[in-house]
């Protein structure tokens, strides 16, 4: 099998996967708390809240490209589909002219967020390069089937739009308005993933500096706080009409 080939059916295989590298992340990021050093940072609560913040606010941007791609989309891109490529309609105005890849862009922020957190320089270097290698094979499977779809339309576009860096310098207005109700629909879940990763990775580190599990409420407020906010929007998206939208995917 030609090596362009290998590397497309291995990116529509990872495709159908993606959703599961918060459990990888999760796993991969035990060993790493266990062998990191904490002593620096133990018994310095200004540090702690300062790297929190620090980690926070990259997760929070990766979920903002995110929010501002699937905002103002077309409908029947960017969507949440696990089996295979598709698009009726090529994204190439507002985030989609600075970078050919917004989604993946916020994932990797949303998730080196986290990361960070760990506070192990190693360990946010080697998640770097495993996302890279996992989402180069995607991009590369899904920029060839954009290209079969829309031919020289999309090739005009994206010889000009950089892959994963954004370029502001050919910038066009999105004449699609954003829609909070998109984000209400089908970002919940991302965020309720996210805040989740962070609590996990505070109490496998309170677990090691401790010796063992300790009852700390706040952990059980952040995280009724995340069940709270996937159960309330899960229930709108499915039981109302509240977050419905005609026009919308």
């Known amino acids: 099998m030609a090596l362009v080939n290998s590397m497309e059916k291995n990116g529509n295989w990872l495709f159908r996967y993606r959703g599961q590298i918060p459990v990888l992340l999760f796993?991969?990021?035990?060993?790493?708390?266990?062998?990191?050093?904490?002593?620096?940072?133990?018994?310095?609560?200004?540090?702690q809240c300062l790297w929190l913040c620090i980690a926070a606010a990259v997760s929070a941007l990766g979920q903002i490209i995110r929010a501002i791609a699937i905002g103002t989309s077309n409908k029947h891109t960017s969507g949440r589909n696990t089996k295979e490529q598709v698009a009726e309609a090529l994204n190439t105005k507002g985030i989609y002219s600075t970078v050919r890849h917004p989604l993946y862009l916020g994932n990797y922020l949303m998730w080196i967020g986290i990361v960070i957190y760990v506070l192990n320089p190693w360990f946010v270097l080697v998640v770097s390069?495993?996302?890279?290698?996992?989402?180069?094979r995607i991009m590369f499977a899904e920029e060839r089937?954009?290209?079969r779809k829309f031919g020289e339309q999309y090739l005009r576009w994206s010889n000009t739009i950089?892959?994963?860096?954004?370029?502001?310098?050919?910038?066009?207005k999105s004449p699609i308005p954003f829609s909070l109700k998109t984000i209400?629909?089908?970002?919940?879940?991302?965020?309720t993933a996210t805040i989740i990763g962070f609590l996990f990775v505070a109490i496998i580190r309170d677990y090691k500096l401790n010796g063992g599990f300790e009852n700390n409420n706040m952990y059980w407020i952040v995280l009724s706080v995340a069940l709270f906010i996937s159960l309330f929007f899960r229930t709108l998206k499915h039981n109302t009409?509240?977050?419905h939208e005609d026009d919308r995917s």
């Open 129 to 136: 390069l495993l996302f890279w290698l996992y989402y180069e």
């Open 184 to 191: 209400f629909r089908r970002e919940y879940s991302g965020v």
């Open 27 to 47: 796993l991969l990021s035990i060993p790493a708390i266990w062998f990191t050093n904490y002593d620096w940072i133990e018994f310095d609560e200004v540090k």
């Open 145 to 147: 089937f954009l290209e």
């Open 241 to 243: 009409k509240v977050l």
């Open 162 to 172: 950089p892959a994963f860096i954004p370029s502001f310098k050919r910038y066009e």
